[in-house]
């Protein structure tokens, strides 16, 4: 290489030198820690400013929620319900230490030491939240504690971060045991239960201050998922997972030496009772706000909106008959039975449903002896038969359908049917032969004194006579569930199932002039967000006036002179009907006034409620038809309710008497007295208008007949096996075993 060419390249590595310096020079060490140093600078003063900025807010509208309120159609309360109510605070002082410990070791052993943050945590949280991976752990006691008394649960960065100076502030200004308090109170167990309080009568049935540690250790393991980790509701894996949180809080307790290992190895799972009412609760509270939950969840108020809370719930319960309802049964039926020394009076049940037949509104309600004892309501359990409080329905179809008996004959109150036992029925392709109570034959008898003295045989034509098909859409009409309810002739005498919320809408459509009212016991439900007012009953007619109206004429006769004599009185007006199931598994009375109308049944219930069993001997009293008790505890309460009576009458229109021609001699008319175990014999002169006369049961002159049709008539088609219910000329096995059906 020559001079020339060794100077070109030392000038153009002079040329090369400034510039790969200056790259150097820009990337410096010195320079890359002051940008770093820059960076977190900014960051503190910046985190410094969010300090400053961010106040400790007050409590949020979760953390002070108020309960539900229930109460009167007068406003007075009836109940609080609720997660609120389900909160009670407790001063740490009233837990015990090792219970205190076991919720640290679950959450945050270092609880004691930190500052009130885990800032590696946090930062975890914050990226997944920013990665869209949702909600995410990692929270100190602090931070939870702060996220549910001051803030909310949205997992955003925005509260995260307000989480995060909020929980620094709360530290220095609080002290651990303040906060711990203040954690346990507030976090939410499960069961509707808010506070380590309530949580340890939901679990445990004890009070905070008498966990053991164990239990302490279930209740702290159980926050990371209430509805996971409940143990009564828990699938198999959230039994296994619940089980291995509660000894990672037990081991967590040893390993901080809050707990010896030979204390931790005496100790066994604790598993928790099963789920109970809420305290307030009792008596026929329970009843009544399940009703209006049920009610509510139809109208679009949801559990979860009631869980939320602050709602006031209004309801149509008149808070005097409601009382008025609890005393008649107790007076008339409570008093007597001896509950721990009878297997019969032990599951006797009582329920019934009181409605103003004006309006559809509950005005009391009769569940059972005690919610908390006895769950299940039984004013609206539509499990048992209706019996013979069905039989009015019928008529009720027979009228709106203009129907006639077999020979042509329009069907009304003076019609004259074969009232023969067994008789079998004529026009139907199911045989049916009903036994009357007792047995009785009544030849022939009209329809009023069929309905006063609940005839069997009568009925069980009649529904054939109008077709089971249109009996049926009538009582459907009327407001019966389409429950276990065949078309078939045994429905005549109530084979379907119903509750007294559901015949007390039947009842008060008949009592409001066959105006349709359905039943509703929520008045309001107010939220300072939403308020939902009770839909306004529609104002149509499910049958005629004069068909509701004959009806009610025919039921008056029931209370004036036959099987519903218990519930008559000189200080109201009163139409009604008794009834008893097969077996006398239920037994009912179903009437009303001019102005309330109610339904009261007795259930016979065995083995927990699983077994429908008889009501024989309720009472040391023999049988327990719906002329009996039903009938007395209806009368009690409508005397009270009605503030010692009332001079209203029915206001009956076009009362359908029907066609009377006089009747052939009866072919089997008893001889013998009824015995006194019997219904009231109905008397010769239904009651009615003076003009009312119908013929005697044995007439003198023999005229063409218009019984529906003969007693000696053989079924149109061949006898097949008899239907369930039903009567198949073998005693002991026919509806009403022992005679008791239809009365």
């Not at 009631?306 to 149509?316: E, I, K, Q």
Request: glycine residues 10%; hydrophobic residues 30%; charged residues 25%.
């Amino acid at each position: 290489m020559g001079r020339a060419d060794a100077r070109r390249a030392q000038a153009q590595d002079a040329r090369r030198a400034p510039k790969s310096g200056g790259i150097r020079r820009l990337f410096t060490w010195k320079k890359l820690l002051g940008t770093f140093f820059g960076i977190v600078l900014l960051g503190m003063g910046a985190f410094g400013a969010l300090y400053l900025y961010v106040d400790v807010p007050a409590a949020n509208a979760q953390a002070e929620r108020q309960s539900n309120v229930y109460q009167y159609s007068d406003g007075t309360v009836l109940a609080r319900t609720g997660k609120g109510v389900n909160r009670q605070i407790v001063d740490l002082d009233e837990v015990p230490e090792k219970v205190q410990h076991a919720f640290v070791a679950a959450e945050n052993k270092t609880f004691y030491k930190d500052q009130g943050v885990d800032l590696k945590g946090t930062t975890r949280a914050l990226l997944n939240t920013v990665g869209g991976k949702g909600k995410q752990g990692g929270s100190t006691i602090t931070q939870q504690y702060v996220k549910n008394f001051y803030l909310t649960q949205d997992p955003t960065v925005s509260r995260k971060l307000k989480e995060l100076v909020i929980s620094l502030k709360i530290d220095q200004q609080k002290s651990k045991d303040e906060i711990l308090a203040g954690y346990i109170n507030t976090a939410y167990y499960g069961r509707g239960a808010s506070g380590i309080q309530a949580a340890a009568q939901a679990y445990y049935g004890i009070d905070a201050k008498d966990l053991n540690v164990s239990q302490g250790a279930y209740l702290a393991s159980v926050l990371q998922a209430p509805s996971q980790y409940d143990w009564n509701s828990a699938t198999d894996t959230g039994k296994k997972l619940v089980k291995e949180r509660w000894a990672y809080t037990l081991r967590n307790m040893v390993e901080m030496k809050w707990l010896t290992e030979s204390e931790k190895a005496g100790l066994k799972f604790p598993v928790p009772e099963k789920p109970k009412p809420a305290q307030g609760m009792e008596g026929q509270a329970g009843y009544l706000v399940e009703a209006a939950n049920k009610e509510l969840e139809k109208q679009g108020v949801t559990e979860q909106d009631r869980d939320a809370g602050g709602w006031t719930f209004t309801l149509t319960v008149d808070k005097k008959r409601q009382k008025a309802l609890e005393k008649s049964v107790d007076d008339q039926l409570e008093s007597k039975l001896d509950r721990e020394g009878s297997k019969v009076d032990a599951g006797v049940q009582a329920g019934a449903t009181s409605v103003d037949p004006k309006t559809g509104k509950v005005v009391a309600m009769y569940g059972g002896e005690d919610y908390v004892k006895h769950y299940i309501n039984n004013a609206t359990r539509q499990d048992y038969q209706p019996a013979s409080t069905f039989k009015p329905l019928v008529l009720a179809s027979a009228l709106e359908n203009e129907s006639t008996t077999q020979d042509g004959s329009l069907i009304g109150l003076n019609t004259i049917y074969d009232g023969t036992s067994k008789r079998p029925v004529v026009g139907s392709d199911t045989p049916f032969k009903p036994q009357n109570e007792d047995d009785r034959s009544y030849g022939p008898i009209s329809v009023q004194k069929a309905m006063n003295s609940s005839v069997n045989s009568v009925f069980a034509q009649m529904i054939v006579d109008v077709t089971p098909a249109a009996a049926k859409a009538t009582a459907l009409d009327l407001g019966v569930p389409d429950k276990n309810f065949p078309e078939r002739p045994a429905v005549s005498l109530g084979t379907m199932n119903a509750s007294t919320w559901d015949m007390a809408g039947a009842y008060a459509t008949l009592d409001n002039h066959g105006q349709k009212v359905t039943p509703h016991i929520v008045q309001s439900a107010e939220h300072r967000d939403r308020t939902v007012n009770a839909e306004k009953p529609k104002r149509e007619q499910a049958i005629s006036r004069a068909s509701a109206d004959t009806v009610t004429k025919a039921l008056t006769g029931v209370v004036d002179a036959g099987s519903g004599s218990a519930a008559n009185t000189s200080a109201y007006d009163a139409a009604g009907k008794t009834g008893t199931s097969e077996d006398n598994k239920s037994a009912w009375f179903a009437g009303y006034t001019p102005e309330l109308t109610t339904v009261v049944a007795l259930f016979g219930e065995g083995d927990g409620g699983r077994k429908q069993v008889s009501l024989t001997g309720t009472a040391n009293s023999g049988r327990a038809n719906g002329g009996g008790f039903p009938a007395r505890i209806w009368a009690d309460y409508t005397l009270g309710a009605l503030g010692g009576g009332s001079d209203k009458t029915f206001d009956l229109q076009d009362v359908e008497r029907g066609e009377v021609p006089a009747p052939p001699t009866p072919s089997d008319t008893p001889s013998e007295e009824p015995t006194e175990s019997e219904e009231p014999t109905p008397s010769d002169t239904p009651s009615g208008t003076p003009s009312e006369t119908p013929p005697s049961e044995t007439p003198t002159t023999p005229a063409p007949p218009t019984i529906s049709p003969p007693a000696t008539t053989p079924p149109t088609t061949p006898e097949l096996p008899p239907q369930p219910g039903e009567d198949d000329g073998r005693p002991g096995e026919r509806p009403g075993g022992n005679g008791l059906l239809g009365q």
